[in-house]
Every structure is written in structure tokens, then in C-alpha cells.
């Protein structure tokens, strides 16, 4: 097994919310979370179950149209969707340099591709994949944000 890598399956999206609690357990405040995946893929899934993990103040949505949703909680999520931008600039007018530092929380993006060049070299890197109607394969790929024993944890704790 890859030292930085990890791939899980998920069967249902409790499963998903499962891996996104355990994942937000395992974050250092001023993370930055890249998700990445196609339509219905499981992303926002994901941060359900992170957010839940941080006893968040309000049910997590996309948020595709208001690019940035907060959700108060222990930390702080700040979720964007950048599904709708068309060029990085558009992400500097989001005021992203706040966000991906924000020491006051973590930050979690969808559709990271799109911000590419502008995401910090410490994150960790999600790629969800449609395996069939409800399965989805997520490689977890940490880029040296996660402490050493992350992939342990993440297996063993990652089950509804």
C-alpha cells in the first residue's frame, strides 16, 4: 500500500458520510480538502458526513449556486462548489486565499479541478468514482497534511 494513498469503496451514501466523519477526525484546522468527481459521485455526501462529524449548525447542501456555504461548527467548514467557475479568476474574486488558510476551520472544495493552480501544496486530494448505481470508489490521496496513521484509522473507523 501506497504510504499517501488510499482507496475505499462505499456502498451507500451512510458508508460515504461514514468516510466523511472519519476524515474530519483526522484534519488539522486550515486544511484544505480537494474533491473531486462527476455529477451525483458522492462529494457533497462526503461533506455531510463531515460536517456532521463537526457538529455543524446547519444541514449541508450543495452549493452550487451560493459557491461558498459556512457551516459553523468545531471547526468551522467552509464548503465551495466551484462547479459554475469558468476561469481561476473567478475563484481569486471569492476572496480564495482566506479560505484555503482559514485557521479558524477547514476548507472543503468541489470540483477542485477547476481552482487547479491556485490550490496549496499541503491538502489532501479526493477523487470519488461512480463503480455502479450505488457503489463509488474514493481514493483518498493525502499530500502531506494527514499524521502517519491516517490509513489505518480511516479503514478502521470509516464503517456507519
Same mark, same amino acid.
Given at each position: 500500500?501506497?504510504?499517501?494513498?488510499?482507496?475505499?469503496?462505499?456502498?451507500?451514501?451512510? #458508508?460515504?458520510?461514514?468516510? /466523511?466523519?472519519?476524515?474530519?477526525?483526522?484534519? =488539522?484546522? !486550515?486544511?484544505? @480538502?480537494?474533491?473531486?468527481? $462527476?455529477?451525483?459521485?458522492?462529494?457533497?455526501?462526503?461533506?455531510?458526513?463531515?460536517?456532521?462529524?463537526?457538529?455543524?449548525?446547519?444541514?449541508?447542501?450543495?452549493?452550487?449556486?451560493?459557491?461558498?456555504?459556512?457551516?459553523?461548527?468545531?471547526?468551522?467548514?467552509?464548503?465551495?462548489?466551484?462547479?459554475?467557475?469558468?476561469?481561476?479568476? #473567478?475563484?481569486?474574486?471569492? /476572496?480564495?486565499?482566506?479560505?484555503?488558510?482559514? =485557521?479558524? !476551520?477547514?476548507? @472543503?472544495?468541489?470540483?477542485? $479541478?477547476?481552482?487547479?493552480?491556485?490550490?496549496?501544496?499541503?491538502?489532501?486530494?479526493?477523487?470519488?468514482?461512480?463503480?455502479?448505481?450505488?457503489?463509488?470508489?474514493?481514493?483518498?490521496?493525502?499530500?502531506?497534511?494527514?499524521?502517519?496513521?491516517?490509513?489505518?484509522?480511516?479503514?478502521?473507523?470509516?464503517?456507519?
Amino acid at each position: 500500500m501506497n504510504q499517501n494513498t488510499l482507496t475505499l469503496t462505499s456502498h451507500s451514501e451512510s #458508508e460515504t458520510e461514514a468516510i /466523511g466523519r472519519a476524515l474530519m477526525r483526522l484534519l =488539522p484546522e !486550515g486544511a484544505v @480538502v480537494a474533491l473531486r468527481g $462527476e455529477l451525483g459521485a458522492g462529494k457533497t455526501c462526503l461533506v455531510r458526513g463531515m460536517a456532521e462529524a463537526a457538529n455543524a449548525d446547519a444541514p449541508v447542501s450543495s452549493p452550487t449556486f451560493t459557491m461558498v456555504n459556512e457551516y459553523e461548527g468545531s471547526p468551522k467548514i467552509y464548503h465551495l462548489d466551484l462547479y459554475r467557475i469558468v476561469h481561476p479568476r #473567478e475563484v481569486m474574486d471569492l /476572496g480564495y486565499e482566506d479560505l484555503f488558510d482559514a =485557521p479558524d !476551520g477547514i476548507c @472543503v472544495i468541489e470540483w477542485a $479541478e477547476h481552482a487547479e493552480k491556485l490550490l496549496p501544496q499541503v491538502r489532501l486530494d479526493i477523487a470519488l468514482k461512480h463503480k455502479d448505481e450505488n457503489t463509488r470508489s474514493i481514493q483518498i490521496q493525502n499530500q502531506n497534511l494527514l499524521p502517519p496513521e491516517w490509513q489505518a484509522t480511516l479503514q478502521s473507523k470509516s464503517r456507519p
